[in-house]
């Protein structure tokens, strides 16, 4: 399937079993993973990440992404795990 399948070109969010997804939320769980680890970032940054990536996860589940894509880090199994 192609992307515009699922987002044509103008829409910017889908309803996936109730829970609005946002475009780009896949992409944005991927950084905010990156910016809770990067140790170049202070604290709060840190924390903002976390917070940022744990609302992304109702989305993800809506998806069935967790389904397909397991996390292979310890800590983000851990992180995602809990809050499922």
Same mark, same amino acid.
């Given at each position: 399937?192609?992307?515009?399948?699922?987002?044509? &070109?103008?829409?910017?969010?889908? &309803?996936?079993?109730g829970?609005?997804?946002?475009?780009?939320?896949?992409?944005?769980?991927?950084?905010?993973?990156?910016?809770?680890? &990067?140790?170049?970032?202070?604290?709060?940054?840190?924390?903002?990440?976390?917070?940022?990536?744990?609302?992304?996860?109702?989305?993800? &589940?809506a998806?069935?992404?967790?389904?397909?894509?397991?996390?292979?880090?310890?800590?983000?199994?851990?992180?995602?795990?809990?809050?499922?």
């Amino acid at each position: 399937m192609r992307p515009e399948a699922i987002l044509p &070109d103008g829409v910017d969010t889908i &309803d996936a079993n109730g829970v609005t997804v946002r475009k780009g939320s896949v992409g944005a769980f991927l950084a905010s993973w990156r910016a809770m680890n &990067d140790p170049a970032r202070d604290a709060a940054a840190r924390a903002e990440a976390e917070a940022d990536l744990l609302a992304l996860l109702p989305g993800l &589940d809506a998806l069935g992404f967790f389904e397909v894509f397991a996390p292979r880090d310890p800590k983000l199994a851990a992180l995602v795990a809990g809050r499922r």
